[in-house]
């Protein structure tokens, strides 16, 4: 088993890569939900739905997010009634709110539905929350503290951010099968996602950062920034704000009681030496498919795990 840590497009895209160089049935995607929310009475996860895309071969590849071919007609009706559309939600994507919504009013965990709606979709690698708890991303900022999409979607990323919190993570149960598969797990990989508001929200469960660190498998970081600048997101500003060099090495040192190896592209890589895990140099742009599967490859190979021949897909 291949257990991966992901938030929304940069950790599907690798979680995409390596569905196709490892055995499918044999990954697991730890999801972030922080950024989970209720809007218009319905229940949000918007990083678990990217990943359901990305997997099921349904993302938007124009937008960055959301499925393709989608329709809008459900927007443009709201907004001449006078509704919220801040946070867009297209006529397609909105079905797998009103079905999850649904399933979850009748009593389903996060982790029951999600698998509900994988399968559905034709996703083999399986996607599971941290917990079925809620654990919300509140941001401290310049602008007073806001929930995670006001700022990211309302507000743009405008707010400059001072601190950040996960409400609810002090209590939240971990979900077992994440603990007992990254204790038995061939290799964790912390995809290349925002440590802050995409990774830490999961390692704020009690009981996950416990099983990385003790987990006899190697764990492999993938950095998100390329040369000091991030491929999509907010990750650099949010650094730079919270007083963080914006630099691949912050990252891996963020990481740095958890990793064994950490992958950067080969202009930061040179600047690795004294971090506490081995460094891999390896192009980390994912543009194609091919991009993602050769990342994957890097990635595995760097734990010692054995990929597929085939390619393509």
């Known amino acids: 088993m291949i257990v991966a840590l992901s938030g929304g497009i940069g950790g599907a895209k690798l979680a995409l890569g390596l569905a196709h160089v490892h055995d499918p049935a044999e990954l697991l995607i730890v999801a972030n939900t922080g950024d989970d929310f209720t809007h218009l009475g319905l229940a949000i996860s918007p990083d678990i739905d990217t990943l359901l895309y990305t997997l099921a071969g349904l993302d938007n590849p124009d937008l960055g997010w959301g499925r393709r071919d989608e329709t809008w007609a459900a927007m443009e009706t709201l907004e001449a009634l006078g509704g919220e559309t801040w946070f867009r939600l297209g006529d397609r994507d909105l079905a797998l709110h009103l079905a999850r919504t649904e399933m979850l009013r009748a009593g389903h965990t996060l982790a029951a539905v999600t698998d509900r709606l994988r399968r559905r979709l034709g996703v083999t690698p399986r996607i599971l929350p941290a917990s079925d708890d809620p654990v919300r991303t509140r941001l401290d900022t310049d602008q007073g503290e806001l929930d995670f999409q006001e700022y990211f979607v309302h507000r743009r990323c405008v707010p400059a951010v001072r601190a950040i919190a996960f409400a609810g993570a002090a209590t939240a149960r971990p979900l077992p099968a994440v603990i007992d598969a990254i204790a038995t797990a061939e290799a964790v990989v912390i995809c290349p996602s925002n440590p802050f508001i995409s990774i830490d929200p999961i390692l704020a469960v009690p009981g996950l950062r416990a099983a990385l660190a003790a987990t006899p498998a190697p764990v492999v970081a993938v950095s998100p920034l390329i040369g000091g600048r991030?491929?999509?997101?907010?990750?650099?500003?949010?650094?730079?704000?919270?007083?963080?060099?914006?630099?691949?090495?912050?990252?891996?040192?963020?990481?740095?009681?958890?990793?064994?190896?950490?992958?950067?592209?080969?202009?930061?890589?040179?600047?690795?030496?004294?971090?506490?895990?081995?460094v891999v140099a390896a192009p980390t742009l994912m543009r194609s498919l091919a991009d993602k599967q050769a990342l994957a490859r890097i990635v595995l190979a760097a734990a010692g795990v054995p990929v597929l021949s085939r390619t393509g897909g």
Do not use: C, N, Q, R
């Open 230 to 278: 991030a491929v999509k997101g907010p990750t650099a500003k949010m650094m730079s704000e919270l007083g963080l060099p914006v630099t691949a090495g912050a990252v891996a040192a963020h990481y740095a009681d958890l990793l064994d190896f950490f992958v950067a592209d080969p202009d930061d890589a040179a600047a690795l030496a004294e971090i506490d895990a081995s």
